[in-house]
């Protein structure tokens, strides 16, 4: 049935498409249908034309999934690439679509003079995503600059929404209904001229001093309990280099868990998992994976 949608989109629908090309952790099974908009219009089209039943699930840059063996079922929709403008609205605010790199919003924002937006450097993945995490980094993050968003729904229908509908907290964002997703946000800033574009690469050097950045991992797998770091209860419980297949706990941070090459998306669960309860036999906390874990195994 979602097959005979994908008709009329050319190569931008792809069918079993490997979910493994567009993690960070470099694994997942297929999506039964992949599909890559050019723009909004095609999004919406695209969106129009699905029965009202098939499963759909977004992706930014994947550096938060952990897509499971099995793949997902029906329709996963990729900004990789794609709804990627960025500009400057006013003295303060910022219009970036979903697609865009955090990065670059960074980068954009120093040149601009705008701040602080620096934070969005630590960020390896799409503003979507970070809408839909509320990611932080070096003390900064997501919502604390979102005034409203821009969303569309199953029907292919815009939405503009504003920041007090969604309940937003460390890690979480809960919108007010189900099934409508980002394609774009308003962000305010203040005014901060000549900042330096090497103040991200000082916050990046700093970060490669204590985290595995280069190795295929997915950043930190735990949230933080209140009070405290998972990266410390996982290292005092003895963890660090503990290894499932091709997988183990970063030696370097122990909230890291890294794939050296070809470890599956069992392994990373089987490893997730053993960290979880050994955690709380040691310490009696129990862990919140951050990582979103999606997929038939
Ligand atoms: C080396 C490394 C370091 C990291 N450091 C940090 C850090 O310092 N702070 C931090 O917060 N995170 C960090 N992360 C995690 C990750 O980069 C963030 O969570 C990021 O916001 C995910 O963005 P993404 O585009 O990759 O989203 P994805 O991983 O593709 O998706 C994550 C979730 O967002 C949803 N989503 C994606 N796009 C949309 C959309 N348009 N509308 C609705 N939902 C959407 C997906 O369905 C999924 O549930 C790190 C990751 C890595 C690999």
Same mark, same amino acid.
């Given at each position: 049935m979602t097959l005979a949608v994908a008709a009329g989109f050319g190569t931008r629908v792809r069918r079993r498409e490997p979910l493994s090309r567009h993690t960070s952790w470099h694994v997942g099974g297929p999506a039964e249908v992949f599909f890559n908009p050019r723009d909004r219009a095609d999004l919406a089209a695209f969106l129009r034309a699905l029965p009202g039943d098939v499963p759909i699930y977004w992706i930014g840059l994947g550096s938060n999934l952990l897509v499971r063996d099995g793949g997902l079922p029906g329709v996963v929709i990729s900004t990789h690439g794609t709804l990627d403008s960025l500009e400057r609205l006013s003295e303060t605010a910022v219009r970036g679509e979903a697609g865009v790199a955090c990065a670059r919003i960074a980068r954009q924002c120093i040149k601009w003079g705008l /701040?602080?937006?620096?934070?969005?450097?630590?960020?390896? /993945?799409?503003l979507g995503g970070a809408l839909a995490m509320n990611a932080g980094a070096f003390g900064g993050?997501?919502?604390?600059?979102?005034t409203e968003v821009e969303t569309i729904d199953r029907h292919g229908t815009e939405h503009v929404r504003q920041r007090s509908e969604y309940r937003v907290g460390y890690r979480k964002v809960e919108p007010p209904v189900p099934e409508e997703w980002f394609i774009g946000a308003t962000l305010s800033f203040e005014r901060r001229p000549?900042?330096?574009?090497d103040e991200v690469q000082k916050l990046l050097a700093r970060r490669k001093q204590t985290q595995p950045i280069g190795e295929w991992s997915c950043g930190s797998v735990f949230t933080n309990p209140p009070g405290d770091h998972a990266a410390r209860l996982i290292e005092a419980a003895g963890l660090k280099g503990y290894r499932v297949g091709d997988a183990s706990v970063s030696d370097?941070?122990?909230?890291f868990i890294i794939n050296h090459g070809t470890a599956r998306a069992a392994d990373l669960e089987r490893l997730i998992e053993h960290v979880r309860s050994t955690v709380e036999r040691v310490h009696g906390v129990r862990l919140h994976p951050e990582v979103r874990i999606v997929g038939v195994p």
């Open positions: /701040g602080p937006a620096e934070f969005f450097a630590g960020i390896p /993945g799409t993050e997501t919502w604390r600059h979102v000549g900042a330096h574009p370097k941070h122990a909230n």
